[in-house]
T-cell receptor, first 117, second 112 residues
Framework: GAVVSQHPSRVICKSGTSVKIECRSLDFQATTMFWYRQFPKQSLMLMATSNEGSKATYEQGVEKDKFLINHASLTLSTLTVTSAHPEDSSFYIC?????????????FGPGTRLTVL | SQQGEEDPQALSIQEGENATMNCSYKTSINNLQWYRQNSGRGLVHLILIRSNEREKHSGRLRVTLDTSKKSSSLLITASRAADTASYFCATFPTDSWGKLQFGAGTQVVVTP
């Protein structure tokens, strides 16, 4: 149980295009999902908190118009990197909290490797 | 912002040896969690220890928490080559609204 999937696992795009990454909780409902980015050999940096049915809350320094987040259902959150540039190349990871669980455990997706040429 | 500081940054050991890594943090927490990440993959949750707990075991893993020193340790006993990964501690601060704060991680290499 508690599986989180991400799609795609890897994407290469040209500079200026937009890329959508999906995060799904497969066997539980998640009112809250989190989006992180991770540069090589570094830790995870929280980008934003995705709340089902409401606007996402972004961490300081993260452009909300650049990284669009939509949490349309209890099992799906999407992150769209708009007008991507090479500096957006990174590993993007989502996580989800089980709404029906009393624990604070977050379950992480396998990540999406974005390369912007 | 990163709250947790981990040491060592890297650890190289042989199979069968124990691996110990430490994590320090700065604010009050509800719990502290340890995760493993294999290269290029997502994070796997290993263990959660609550602020009122001092020690917890799960298989070959032993986690301690000292809230007075704001530190935690993760011990992997009888390590295996498959334990090669990066290990991250993540704190759940009391005022974080559910947001985990990750440490810098310890890269562990276990050689056969």
């Amino acid at each position: 149980g508690a599986v989180v999937s991400q799609h795609p696992s890897r994407v290469i795009c040209k500079s200026g295009t937009s890329v959508k990454i999906e995060c799904r909780s497969l066997d539980f409902q998640a009112t809250t999902m989190f989006w992180y980015r991770q540069f090589p050999k570094q830790s995870l940096m929280l980008m934003a908190t995705s709340n089902e049915g409401s606007k996402a809350t972004y961490e300081q320094g993260v452009e909300k118009d650049k990284f669009l987040i939509n949490h349309a259902s209890l099992t799906l959150s999407t992150l769209t990197v708009t007008s991507a540039h090479p500096e957006d190349s990174s590993f993007y990871i989502c996580s989800a909290r089980n709404s029906g669980s009393s624990t604070d455990t977050q379950y992480f997706g396998p990540g999406t490797r974005l390369t912007v040429l | 912002s990163q709250q947790g500081e981990e040491d060592p940054q890297a650890l190289s050991i042989q199979e069968g040896e124990n691996a110990t890594m430490n994590c320090s943090y700065k604010t009050s927490i509800n719990n502290l969690q340890w995760y493993r990440q294999n290269s290029g993959r997502g994070l796997v949750h290993l263990i959660l220890i609550r602020s009122n707990e001092r020690e917890k075991h799960s298989g070959r893993l032993r986690v301690t928490l000292d809230t007075s020193k704001k530190s935690s340790s993760l011990l992997i006993t009888a390590s295996r080559a498959a334990d090669t990964a990066s290990y991250f501690c993540a704190t759940f601060p009391t005022d974080s609204w559910g947001k985990l704060q990750f440490g810098a991680g310890t890269q562990v290499v276990v050689t056969p």
